[in-house]
């Protein structure tokens, strides 16, 4: 099953951030501005996560939102 396939259908926000976790890890290369880096870094362990674990709930809220 894909992402796409899972919004045409009728899968709560629970069932699509279950797809996401789901899975391998793999490596990802991104390219930011290093203040945006350092200030997402600053912020996820002012909140006690890992930068990676900053991206990762990001990404999983924004892929979880049905629009309406």
């Known amino acids: 099953m894909k992402y796409a396939d899972l919004l045409d259908g009728e899968a709560?926000?629970?069932?699509?951030?279950?797809?996401?976790?789901?899975?391998?890890?793999?490596a990802?290369?991104?390219?930011?501005p290093k203040n945006m880096r350092d200030a997402a870094?600053?912020?996820a362990a002012l909140s006690g996560?890992?930068?990676t674990?900053?991206?990762k709930t990001s990404l999983i809220e924004y892929l979880s939102k049905k629009e309406s």
Do not use: C, H, Q, Y
């Open 12 to 26: 709560t926000p629970s069932e699509l951030r279950s797809f996401l976790v789901d899975g391998e890890n793999v």
């Open 28 to 32: 990802v290369t991104i390219r930011i």
């Open 41 to 43: 870094k600053e912020a």
């Open 49 to 51: 996560t890992s930068f």
């Open 53 to 55: 674990s900053l991206v």
